[in-house]
């Protein structure tokens, strides 16, 4: 936790509720590094984390991903079409492929067809890329649910993001 809280600046009250089960945070501290450390580019891994966030309605998730993508410097209309669980506008297609295949692969769990994969490949990904969603869907689905289950609230930090 002190991790957390001193590279963020405080201890998100998510973080906090989630260390009730050390092995829970643990786990998604872990998974979460790992993601980051990924052949994805930091604004492919966003998509995906926001379209696991929106799929599973996790307030604070899409309040706390808004702002690392306002961070990085994303447009507002990416964000919004994020936000909503909308097809991205143009020109991010290569990003909608992210996007699009991550809710292919959970409404598939996993068995998404030939067709699914060549789009995603189509747009510059690997499959190694393809593998890495996997990993990706994984850790926020952790999260995701988790922060659901405790009902964390959206740290003042976030609220403009909420």
Do not use: W
């Amino acid at each position: 936790m002190a991790a957390v809280a001193a590279k963020q600046g405080h201890l998100p009250a998510a973080v906090g509720l989630l260390a009730s089960s050390p092995e829970l945070l643990n786990g998604f501290l872990r998974m979460s590094a790992l993601f980051e450390s990924t052949t994805l580019d930091q604004l492919s891994r966003e998509v995906l984390i926001m379209t696991v966030a929106t799929r599973n309605g996790c307030h604070l998730c899409v309040a706390m991903h808004t702002a690392k993508l306002t961070a990085l410097g994303a447009d507002s209309e990416l964000i919004a079409a994020l936000r909503g669980g909308s097809p991205l506008p143009l020109p991010h297609e290569r990003l909608e492929a992210v996007r699009q295949f991550t809710l292919a692969v959970i409404d598939t769990s996993g068995a998404v067809d030939d067709a699914a994969l060549q789009s995603f490949l189509a747009h510059g990904h690997t499959a190694r890329n393809a593998l890495e969603v996997v990993l990706g869907i994984g850790a926020y689905t952790m999260s995701t649910l988790a922060n659901r289950m405790t009902a964390a609230p959206v740290d003042p930090q976030l609220a403009r993001f909420a």
